[in-house]
């Protein structure tokens, strides 16, 4: 059983660049949310995407968006960087569209000068 | 809106020490919490997860306790080693998609 696996580990963009980050959900789990944790603060919920389709979102942007795919792996785009959003984003996946646990990935770490 | 709170903030304790944990949250109507332990710059290792109708979880020389009613849950780490040395977090899950955390208590354990 594969856990869930995130890339890249670490990311350099300049500010107004655009971002994507993937992630691939561990085996039988339909569900990706994506979570953005700045240094020194508990995770904050991005959204989660339950079989192809977004069922959930935190206050964020517009410009931040998701896709999953049919084998339940996921992407966040960040679109127009902004400095604030140098963060470890992390990846976790579940079953179901209220999950019994959540299993997160090793995240990527993303810096915006 | 939920919010949880993490008492303390960091926490150091020599080597071979009990130690409890401490995680607030102020709307009892969860579905589950669950506790993570995370690595300076790492992702987040599930550690135990109690559902809302149970009131405890035991992992080895961890158990975590869960009181709905008053909001609160702990962590307790019996004879503590360096190797527990991370900071953990607390995560209420509301069964709306989400998870809501804590800020996290950061654990030294000293030999």
């Known amino acids: 059983e594969t856990g869930v696996t995130q890339s890249p580990t670490h990311l350099i963009k300049t500010r107004g660049q655009q971002v994507t980050l993937r992630c691939s959900s561990q085996s039988g789990h339909n569900t990706v949310s994506w979570y953005q944790q700045a240094l020194g603060q508990g995770p904050q919920f991005i959204f989660q995407?339950?079989?192809?389709?977004?069922?959930g979102r935190g206050n964020f942007p517009p410009r931040f968006s998701g896709l999953q795919f049919p084998n339940y792996s996921s992407e966040l785009n960040v679109n127009a960087l902004e400095l604030d959003d140098s963060a470890l984003y992390l990846c976790a996946s579940s079953f179901g569209r209220v999950a019994y646990g959540y299993t997160f990935g090793s995240g990527t770490r993303l810096t915006v000068v | 809106k939920q919010e949880v709170t993490q008492i303390p903030a960091a926490l150091s304790v020599p080597e071979g020490e009990n130690l409890v944990l401490n995680c607030s949250f102020t709307d009892s109507a969860i579905y589950n919490l669950q506790w993570f332990r995370q690595d300076p710059g790492k992702g987040l290792t599930s550690l135990l997860l109690?559902?809302?109708?149970?009131r405890e979880q035991t992992s080895g020389r961890l158990n975590a306790s869960l009181d709905k009613s008053s909001g609160r849950s702990t962590l307790y780490i019996a004879a503590s080693q360096p190797g527990d040395s991370a900071t953990y977090l607390c995560?209420?899950?509301?069964?709306?998609?989400?998870?809501?955390f804590g800020q996290g208590t950061r654990l030294t354990i000293n030999p």
């Open positions: 995407y339950y079989r192809e389709e977004e069922n």
């Open positions: 109690i559902q809302s109708s149970q």
């Open positions: 995560a209420v899950n509301e069964g709306a998609q989400k998870l809501v």
